[in-house]
């Protein structure tokens, strides 16, 4: 139980595209998702928590303009990487929880490489 | 400020004797505490938690001891296996729907 599913695995995209990330919950209904961000030998850095049904709440320093977040049900987190530039290349993780829960499941993540 | 402290960047263990990862903490409004474990190029894979209310839990060989006087947990890992070599992640959150605050993983390498 608890499966994420996060999609893709790895993107390379030119610079000015942009780029979305899936992640689904596959076998319980979230609540509420996260998004991380790891940059190498970095830990992993809370980006935006998305609620289903209600528009994302942003960390400080996180673009919310440039990273769109959409939870459009309880099962489905998306995050769009806007006008991606090559300091944007990073490792995203999203997680997602039940509601009432403190544990979080993590997607095995998407490294994005803008060129 | 990093609230989440892992100050070991790698722990070396023989196989079978017990591994032990520390995590210190500096926000007291976290009330719920975390370890993952993870691998390069994946997410992160849940082992174990502790509430606040409790300063011990234990599933199979996994034990995680909470000090919160000390503003210190710590992952007990007995016998020690091969295939416990990984990066793990101490975490800590507000509860409920907040995020997590991560340290910087410990980089646990089991010799045979």
Known sequence: GAVVSQHPSWVICKSGTSVKIECRSLDFQATTMFWYRQFPKQSLMLMATSNEGSKATYEQGVEKDKFLINHASLTLSTLTVTSAHPEDSSFYICSASERGQGIQYFGAGTRLSVL | ?112
């Open chain 2, 1 to 112: 400020d990093q609230q989440v402290k892992q100050n070991s960047p790698s722990l070396s263990v023989q196989e079978g004797r017990i591994s032990i990862l520390n995590c210190d903490y500096t926000n007291s409004m976290f009330d719920y505490f975390l370890w993952y474990k993870k691998y390069p190029a994946e997410g992160p894979t849940f082992l174990i938690s502790i509430s606040s209310i409790k300063d011990k839990n234990e599933d199979g060989r996994f034990t995680v001891f909470l000090n919160k006087s000390a503003k210190h947990l710590s992952l007990h890992i007995v016998p020690s296996q091969p295939g416990d070599s990984a990066v793990y992640f101490c975490a800590a959150s507000g509860g409920g729907a907040d995020g997590l605050t991560f340290g910087k993983g410990t980089h646990l390498i089991i010799q045979p």
